[in-house]
């Protein structure tokens, strides 16, 4: 793009200098070796050039633009700023406008990037990058549909134009628009088959309508391209990671993203995922300490010495809150094992997991994470020596599988909430007492993937001789309303398990089956040690494993898994088969 504006500015240029007699013949020779310089990188050669010539012609309009240009270039955006400012109210042309908007874009100002850009459009709208900057500055002020917008009548305009069709399609799956993404993306490398970041693109879409086969083919196409770039075989390494049976596969892309840049962190802890997801703990845990650079990391207004496996005894270790709820259940089946290496353990925690933590960890100082996360006053008065993310636990107490233990149960809900549950649960009448859940994650956790409707479970809910209990942390009355209209089947539902961690602890504890698909409820009912089916995708998330019905974390979770991305058929079909056993072994007992 920068390179088609030169080359529009040098043409102007020529045009321009018989009629203002402001540059000379030699001032344009010097202004050629100059472009010349900026397109071989050299921009601080360039610099000089423009600099010298504002000696001469100060107010010249041309060169205030090329010595300002070029400061943006370098990076001083305050000083490119100014020069572009003069520029534009000496010689307002659209690549002024455009330029100007660009520093202001990466100064932060997204408002006055905003007015350039729309400006430079009302005077040449069919210049690309100022309608690509446009559409990139409504997106940073959550203004996706505008963005759209724009870039549909620059398509309008120049329909051949890869680079806008991507833009479009970016902005669309920002949107949801999966399908529509897919198409722009389709048609850009249609308009330039070699374009190695078009490929990427078209994979990212697929990847995301589960079409995984075609988006690996798609990133082999860019891979092809473009070998040298360790960003490509990052982006294939991931499709093969998540096409569950090849993580082997995914592993040897990271490791050739990772000869090209060694200090690549995103192929480096990508690989650790796919040990993890393997099993290879000893190999998987040193880079999974990666995400610590992550700038989500939560920052702790007082640091404090970071545990590397040194002797805990006599310790007070500081075990605090990353991730989310289910995350922080599974890594808390490590607390004991700090507790018996000799730490005093304090543990932070979500609000929710409070009172459980409290109950189930006697030995450990308990209490919820604060939104600054400062310690509360007793904490701060006892003191801390060590620190460690909850996370970070499993590096030490986790290496091998040999060192998941086959407990019974790290996690005790209360037990007068768990008798009223039963007694609850009783008075539905005979039969097993079976909660459920069908929807979990988000968007940006394939909550795709891991959910289905309620009405594709009816294998499971027609199981005769059982009782199903909503687990959902979210109101699906609608869902359950429309279910029963359509089918009689009824699904008890109470507000409460959705409102109070320690209602929905001790129902899941009086509970005689979970049956879910990969959520918080999974960890939640394996460290209670309550017997759970995970209805899992083709591709679950590392912890999940990628082969086998066990997960290490808590032995009495059975796994039934997709044999192909979207397949819940079968799995539907194993888990009524698996809930029909339990009933008939119930009544013959």
């Not at 500015?9 to 402001?22: F, I, V």
């Not at 995914?250 to 995103?266: I, K, S, V």
């Not at 640091?303 to 005894?313: I, K, N, P, R, V």
Request: proline fraction near 5%; aromatic fraction near 6%.
């Amino acid at each position: 793009m920068l390179g088609r504006l030169i080359d529009d500015l040098l043409n102007r240029l020529r045009r321009k200098a018989p009629h203002r007699g402001t540059l000379t013949s030699r001032d344009m020779d010097r202004i050629k070796s100059a472009l010349a310089l900026e397109r071989n990188g050299r921009i601080e050669d360039a610099e000089r050039i423009y600099r010298d010539l504002l000696v001469a012609r100060p107010e010249n309009g041309d060169v205030l633009h090329l010595a300002g240009n070029a400061a943006r270039l370098r990076g001083n955006f305050a000083e490119a700023i100014d020069l572009l400012q003069r520029a534009a109210a000496i010689e307002p042309g659209a690549e002024v406008h455009c330029h100007l908007a660009d520093a202001f874009a990466v100064r932060g100002d997204t408002e006055c990037a905003i007015k350039h850009y729309e400006r430079a459009l009302e005077l040449n709208d069919g210049l690309l990058p100022a309608s690509i900057g446009l559409g990139r500055a409504l997106g940073r002020l959550g203004r996706p549909d505008a963005a759209a917008n724009v870039y549909r009548r620059a398509i309008i305009l120049q329909s051949d134009m890869p680079d806008l069709h991507l833009a479009l399609g970016d902005v669309l799956r920002e949107l949801g628009r999966h399908d529509e993404a897919l198409s722009e993306y389709t048609q850009a490398v249609e308009l330039e088959p070699a374009h190695a970041d078009g490929h990427v693109h078209v994979g990212h879409a697929l990847s995301e309508l589960g079409r995984f086969e075609s988006a690996i083919a798609a990133y082999r196409r860019a891979v092809e391209l473009r070998p040298e770039v360790p960003e490509a075989h990052l982006h294939l390494g991931n499709a093969l990671l998540v096409d569950g049976c090849r993580a082997v596969e995914a592993a040897q892309e990271f490791m050739r993203a990772l000869d090209l840049r060694p200090d690549f962190t995103g192929a480096r802890f990508n690989l650790a995922m796919t040990y993890l997801a393997r099993g290879d703990y000893a190999r998987g845990w040193p880079d999974y300490e990666l995400r610590l650079q992550g700038p989500e990391w939560p920052r702790r207004p007082t640091e404090f010495a970071h545990w590397t496996g040194d002797s805990l005894a006599g310790k007070n270790l500081l075990v605090y809150s990353e991730q989310g709820l289910g995350d922080e259940i599974m890594f808390a089946s490590c607390i004991p094992d700090a507790i018996a290496a000799g730490a005093n353990c304090v543990v932070e925690c979500l609000p929710k997991l409070e009172m459980l933590f409290r109950r189930s960890f006697p030995q450990a100082t308990v209490y919820a994470v604060r939104p600054d996360r400062a310690l509360p006053e007793h904490v701060q008065a006892a003191g801390i020596d060590l620190q460690c993310p909850i996370g970070t636990l499993p590096v030490h107490f986790r290496r091998t599988k040999a060192g998941f233990p086959r407990h019974c149960g790290y996690l005790e809900a209360d037990a007068d909430l768990t008798a009223a549950w039963r007694a609850r649960l009783a008075a539905l009448g005979p039969g097993l007492k079976v909660g459920i859940s069908w929807q979990g994650g988000t968007q940006k956790t394939r909550r795709r993937a891991r959910s289905l409707p309620l009405a594709r479970w009816l294998p499971i809910l027609n199981v005769p001789d059982a009782h199903f209990v909503d687990l959902q942390y979210s109101d699906c009355g609608d869902e359950l309303r429309a279910l029963h209209a359509t089918t009689a089947i009824r699904v008890h539902s109470w507000e409460e398990v959705r409102t109070d961690y320690e209602q929905t602890a001790a129902l899941v504890s009086a509970l005689d089956l979970v049956v879910s698909v990969c959520t918080a409820v999974i960890h939640l009912g394996g460290a209670l040690a309550r017997p759970v089916c995970v209805m899992a995708p083709f591709s679950p998330e590392w912890r999940y494993g990628i082969a086998g019905e066990e997960m290490p974390w808590y032995p009495s979770v059975r796994v039934f898994r997709q044999s192909a991305f979207n397949e819940w058929d079968t799995v539907i079909e194993n888990v009524a088969q698996c809930l029909a056993d339990m009933t008939r072994s119930r009544v013959q007992s």
